[in-house]
T-cell receptor, first 113, second 115 residues
Framework: DAGITQSPRHKVTETGTPVTLRCHQT?????MYWYRQDPGHGLRLIHY???????DKGEVSDGYSVSRSKTEDFLLTLESATSSQTSVYFC????????????FGPGTRLTVL | GESVGLHLPTLSVQEGDNSIINCAYS??????FIWYKQESGKGPQFIID?????DKRQGQRVTVLLNKTVKHLSLQIAATQPGDSAVYFC??????????????FGKGTHLIIQP
């Protein structure tokens, strides 16, 4: 795997508050991804990064922003959390982009009340 | 009101039997495929991958078969063990899918091992 850790692992927050999730990898993978996983929807891509300071939107990017100031860290921010953002969030990393294996972190369970 | 739950296809097999999990894809340009295993409360774990220039690839107790004619992918698990209980899903990628975001994930099959 790519030595991926996520923090926090669980978070409960209230509607309207900002939330930041952190992903850290130790294998110097160039590409990093944030997904959300919901019943009936599988894994859906939120944002991805193809290098330091290089990011792009995925399928479900509304309400989310990301930042990558270092190769090893990829942050996902919910500027103003809503109940529809209650989900399990997974970070992934890949050496060579979309046509290469993506290795996943353990996930963060976020509940927005 | 209507309840919404996790309605994944389920495959129930006896411990020791072989399991076959299927995945259909629609993009004829897809040329790279991965199988993932996800245990409850954990992140997806890479099992095996295959590129479109192959029909079959074997790993430890697992085999992936690719039929490009009917756009079908299968994962065979030999001598299924209790630790194989998980949700399995396939992912695909194609050159036309672009760069970093090229993987498309299926919704998964829940494998249950009966003792």
């Amino acid at each position: 795997d790519a030595g991926i850790t996520q923090s926090p692992r669980h978070k409960v927050t209230e509607t309207g508050t900002p939330v930041t999730l952190r992903c850290h990898q130790t294998e110097n993978h160039r590409y990093m991804y944030w997904y959300r996983q919901d019943p009936g929807h599988g894994l859906r891509l939120i944002h991805y990064s193809y290098g330091v300071k290089d990011t792009d939107k995925g399928e479900v990017s509304d309400g989310y922003s990301v930042s990558r100031s270092k190769t090893e860290d990829f942050l996902l921010t919910l500027e103003s959390a809503t109940s529809s953002q209650t989900s399990v969030y997974f970070c992934a990393a890949s050496l060579a982009g979309g046509r290469d294996t993506q290795y996943f972190g353990p996930g963060t369970r976020l509940t927005v009340l | 009101g209507e309840s919404v739950g996790l309605h994944l296809p389920t495959l129930s097999v006896q411990e020791g039997d072989n399991s076959i999990i299927n995945c259909a894809y629609s993009n004829s340009a897809s040329d790279y495929f991965i199988w993932y295993k996800q245990e409850s409360g954990k992140g997806p774990q890479f099992i095996i991958d295959i590129r479109s220039n192959m029909d079959k690839r074997q790993g430890q107790r697992v085999t992936v078969l690719l039929n490009k004619t009917v756009k079908h992918l299968s994962l065979q698990i030999a001598a299924t063990q209790p630790g194989d209980s998980a949700v399995y899903f396939c992912a695909e990628s194609s050159r036309s899918g672009g760069g970093a975001d090229g993987l498309t994930f299926g919704k998964g099959t829940h494998l249950i091992i009966q003792p």
